[in-house]
């Protein structure tokens, strides 16, 4: 199963808080950089286009939660006065400046690996699914065929194994099932049955898989039989005790698991 080559990239930003009230960004700093510049909040406001009013609730923000004045008025004089940082302020600019630096240095080595943890947030939104299917595999379409009201889909899980599902055609338009297309294929462990895997009887059953037994959970009534699939894929079925008497189911036995196209349940990734 190959997955589609794509360019991922990681970006980030840095927020100041102070006892947990958010005191700037980068927004509000580099407001702070353009009163420095510029020597008057009207003409930093303009600059990075912000509105005066919201520059100075910006300000007195950041001055409140600093308990000290970062931006300080002139008084005005021949040249008419103006506005200025503090010497607190002129470091925090310079202490946020080298912050980003930082942060910005740690984010580019980070996606250097962007690939794999791309990869990797995929999988835990996969295994964040919640679902009642004990069985939940991973596949790609690889073949859809339509009928008069439902279409037959065909999905090759891990191992190169093929299920086979049958969908409303609303389903399969509403879904994008198309070949090449990612999917979950959803089976309920009680939906499987288990059969000898030298057992020459023919079944109308389109599921066809055959693995070993990993282990064996027995209960009063119902036992539960989970068997490693090639590939690295398990599935469970739910079967009596009589019954894995009867077939003599022992854990490093091979065993063929059936389950009929309409017990399977096909969703896509959100």
Known sequence: MESNDKNVELHGSIWLTVDGEKFG?????TLLAKIAECGSITQAAKAIKMSYKAAWDAIDTMNNLAGEPLVERLAGGKGGGGTRLTQRGEQLVANFRTIEREHRRFVEQLGRQATDLADDYLLIRRMGMKTSAR??????????????????????????????AIVTQESTESLGLKPGAEAFALVKSSSVILMDEEDGTRVSARNRLTGTISRIQPGAVNSEVVLDLPGGATLAAIVTRESSDTLELAVGRKVTAIFKASSVIVGVPA
């Open 25 to 29: 960004g980068p927004d509000r700093v």
């Open 135 to 164: 069985n939940q595999f991973l596949g790609t379409v690889t073949r859809t065929k339509s009928g008069a009201v439902n279409d037959e889909v065909e999905l090759e899980i891990a191992g190169g194994q093929k299920l086979v």
